[in-house]
């Protein structure tokens, strides 16, 4: 058998029991739960069948909040962000967190049983995962391959397509086993073929840790960023498979992923915060805050102040 736990902020939301390779007496297996406190609402539903079990969590909140999953077996991870900002976290004994955006994937082979989610707004995001003999049998993958790997990368169109297919399947008992299994299987050739792409562009998973360890940089120094020089020496990698690298696995080049990280700050603290236009320009970075509100405008084709006073 086979555990999962659910907690927030250390609350245990619910536990619950599966069956060995999630084979369980149903064609497809179903569980829905709502949860509640002061500052946070939770939607999970889930749905299981054998080697596949799949979140669908809706998360609504103005303050950070940290979700863990555990697992009684260790499972591969592909983990889609389909809306807001998460924070996610394989090492929950340390506070380094990575975050994955809307429209952006996280695959993890390195069969993970823990993960915690942090968001700090509404987010919504589908977590898939499969046991290790149901995914090195469907991808045909060695043993070894299946260590301590994990890519993150832009959701394509068609991908983001399949997603929706799995989210509004209408099919019932035969058919909708069928249906999301072959959906499964389309994401899983999907990420096989981005994979076999980014292999042949001949990066090596410890320049991949790096280019990713480089995002992270990014990510936490909005105020004062690092230039290209500046940022390869701090990842350990030399700037021009920085440059192509980083575009390769997050589809931006860096300083557009500054733009894009800071853009999506200012709106929080905007929206959420209610944070006037000249602080949120000095938090996000911007030494002149007309600037910033040229940047905002073309980003979000609004003035900033009008979002602080709604």
Not at 79 to 89: A, E, M
Not at 232 to 259: M, P, Q, W
Request: hydrophobic share 35%.
């Amino acid at each position: 058998m086979m555990e999962f736990k659910r907690s927030v902020n250390g609350n245990t939301i619910y536990n619950n029991t599966y069956p060995d390779n999630f084979e369980g007496s149903n064609i497809v297996d179903e569980f829905a739960v709502d949860y509640k406190n002061d500052n946070a609402s939770i939607e999970i539903k889930e749905k299981w069948f054998k080697g596949i079990h799949m979140s669908l969590i809706k998360i609504e909140t103005d303050l950070q909040q940290d979700f863990l999953f555990e697992s009684s077996c260790p499972l591969v991870g592909f983990l889609f962000c389909l809306s807001g900002v998460i924070g996610y976290n394989f090492n929950i004994q340390q506070d380094n967190f990575s975050s994955i955006n809307k429209n952006e994937q996280n695959i993890n082979l390195g069969c993970i049983d823990k993960i915690v989610f942090r968001t700090t707004e509404q987010t919504k995001l589908l977590y898939i995962q499969f046991t290790e003999s149901y995914f090195r049998k469907a991808a045909a993958t060695e043993p070894l391959s299946l260590q301590s790997q994990w890519f993150q990368q832009p959701v394509k169109p068609e991908t983001s397509l399949i997603l929706q297919h799995i989210i509004n399947c209408k099919h019932e008992e035969k058919a909708k086993r069928l249906f999301l299994e072959a959906r499964i299987l389309d994401l899983m050739i999907m990420f096989l073929n981005q994979n076999q792409e980014q292999q042949s562009i001949t990066f090596k998973q410890e320049d991949i840790n790096k280019i990713m360890l480089a995002k992270q940089l990014v990510e936490h120094d909005l105020q004062r960023p690092n230039s290209l020089i500046e940022l390869s020496r701090k990842a350990g990698i030399n700037d021009y498979k920085l440059k192509k690298g980083f575009k390769e696995l997050t589809g931006h080049t860096v300083f557009g992923y500054l733009y894009k990280i800071r853009m999506e700050k200012a709106h929080y603290f905007l929206s959420k915060e209610k944070k006037s236009v000249n602080e949120v320009a000095f938090l996000v970075g911007y030494k002149n805050a007309q600037h910033f509100i040229a940047a905002f405008k073309k980003k979000y084709h609004i003035l900033p102040g009008s979002l602080n006073k709604n």
